[in-house]
């Protein structure tokens, strides 16, 4: 097994060697892909929202301040966290008008607005992936096209030439295979953001639901307000003393 790693290893170093122009354009792939898959993960953590500490203060700010302040709590949230940024200030904004208008302005964030971004840099990882695999395979061709000219001119001058042919064929399957150890990685990539997109729709529409039964709950329940004293006045006439009674 070491043996066969060594002649690996040297014949990967004879293709950079031999092709360095290859090796650079296919190094350069590989980078960039790497960098976008880096790029969109770590987007995708960052839209995380942990509703179960979001909501409870969220539900606190609508109960005490009522629509304007929870509107006002969602603004000041981060704008990559796509729940309360996003889809809770869209239906917020459109309270006034009904629980018709809430849905179908989230509807409409999610639409325009959220699932977009979500799926920002994927249409770039997937085209990486299919080109990697199709530049790979065209930097072969180029190279076993050199390799059989050499081969069929040694023929017609009397040499031999098959052991080094078939050594210049086996550095040439190395750019096939740099396009592939490309394309794999972004192609599982892609489909693994496609699914995690998906589950994050149905986590949207979770927590929109979740807003319709808060704003609802908020509607026959006014914004809590501290104690008002009002005076009141005792019918009887002059000479009655004045009470004060706390309204809550």
């Known amino acids: 097994m070491s043996h066969m ?23 350069t792939m590989t ?5 976008l898959v880096v790029w969109r993960l ?9 509703m179960n500490l979001f909501l409870p203060k969220f539900q606190e700010i609508l109960n005490k301040e009522g629509i304007e302040g929870a509107l006002k709590f969602c603004k000041a949230q981060p704008k990559n966290e796509h729940i309360p940024s996003t889809l809770y200030v869209a239906a917020l904004e459109k309270q006034r008008e009904g629980l018709a208008a809430m849905r179908k302005a989230m509807a409409n964030a999610v639409e325009l607005e959220i699932v977009p971004s979500l799926n920002f840099l994927l249409p770039t990882i997937l085209a990486f992936a ?18 059989f000219s050499a081969l069929g ?35 599982f990539t892609h489909t693994l953001c496609k699914a995690w997109i ?50 809550r």
């Open 153 to 187: 001119k040694a023929s017609k001058e009397g040499g031999g030439g098959q052991a080094s042919a078939s050594a210049e064929i086996g550095l040439a399957l190395f750019a096939t295979m740099l396009g592939l150890l490309t394309a794999i990685p972004l192609v």
């Open 42 to 50: 770590w987007l995708n953590y960052n839209a995380k929202t942990d």
């Open 5 to 27: 790693s060594l002649f690996a290893e040297s014949a990967f170093l004879e293709f950079v060697q031999k092709d360095p122009l290859f090796a650079v354009i296919l190094f």
């Open 31 to 35: 980078f960039i892909g790497a960098t």
């Open 198 to 247: 998906h589950k994050f729709e149905v986590k949207l529409k979770n927590a929109g639901q979740k807003l319709l039964l808060l704003t609802q709950a908020a509607k026959t329940t006014p914004p809590m307000q501290g104690p008002t004293v009002a005076a009141v006045v005792q019918p009887g006439g002059m000479g009655r003393p004045v009470t004060a009674q706390v309204i």
């Open 130 to 147: 299919k080109i990697a695999t199709m530049v790979g395979l065209l930097f072969t061709i180029i190279s076993m096209i050199g390799t």
